[in-house]
């Protein structure tokens, strides 16, 4: 099956860019998300990008695809304390079987 | 439009007992979804619905029941509850499942956080 990995821990400071980055390993993936999960609260839908873009840009976020190498990153600029927070890759096959989850990255930040 | 709903937040189990987490949308959904997120683990699919009448098995279904009777409600039974169900409960839905279009994005509840003693 699907398989999603990203990294447990980013930190950076306040005001740098983030970059949080993904990789997958089923090139039929359709559409590829980043989930937002603040500390006791749901998923928080972020953004999505669909497999045949290589780019998109919204605001702060920027969405990365290399389908070559079936990466995906996600930059946020100027991060701010409110952007602490797990940031999910999740994949989406085609299909009812629902989405494959990364581990989720948590964003740590310092001041 | 109050999105996807689940009750309860919290709720705690001694082993065996059963309960029903419950999930609503009423966003007119045909997809709907349970998944479970575990620590060190990210979310895993248990059950899932393609619409009224028709549900299928995940990835980790094992001493979970679902039913789908009507769009809105996907309700989650723990028959007989064990520790290795301590885990918060997410109850997701999306307008389609295989469109390949924008339209198969889920939204997701805020959770249920469940400890099983």
């Known amino acids: 099956g699907e398989d999603v990995e990203q990294s447990l821990f980013l930190s950076v400071r306040e005001g740098d860019s983030s970059v949080i980055n993904c990789t997958y390993t089923d090139s039929s993936s359709t559409y590829l998300y980043w989930y937002k999960q603040e500390p006791g609260a749901g998923l928080q839908l972020l953004t999505y990008?669909?497999?045949?873009?290589d780019m998109k840009q919204d605001q702060r976020l920027t969405v990365l695809l290399n389908k070559k190498d079936k990466h995906l990153s996600l930059r946020i600029a100027d991060t701010q304390t409110g952007d602490s927070a797990i940031y999910f890759c999740a994949v989406q096959g085609g299909g009812a079987d629902g989405l494959t989850f990364g581990k989720g990255t948590h964003l740590i930040i310092q001041p | 439009n109050a999105g996807v709903t689940q009750t309860p937040k919290f709720q705690v189990l001694k082993t065996g007992q059963s309960m029903t987490l419950q999930c609503a949308q009423d966003m007119n959904h045909e997809y709907m979804s349970w998944y479970r997120q575990d620590p060190g683990m990210g979310l895993r699919l248990i059950h899932y619905s393609v619409g009224a009448g028709i549900t299928d098995q995940g990835e980790v279904p094992n001493g979970y029941n679902v039913s789908r009777s009507t769009t809105e409600d996907f309700p989650l039974r723990l028959l007989s509850a064990a520790p290795s169900q301590t885990s918060v409960y997410f109850c997701?839905?999306?307008?389609?499942?295989?469109?390949?279009?924008?339209?198969?994005?889920?939204?997701f509840g805020p959770g249920t956080r469940l400890t099983v003693l």
């Open positions: 997701a839905s999306s307008y389609s499942w295989e469109s390949g279009g924008p339209t198969d994005t889920q939204y």
């Open positions: 990008i669909f497999s045949n873009m």
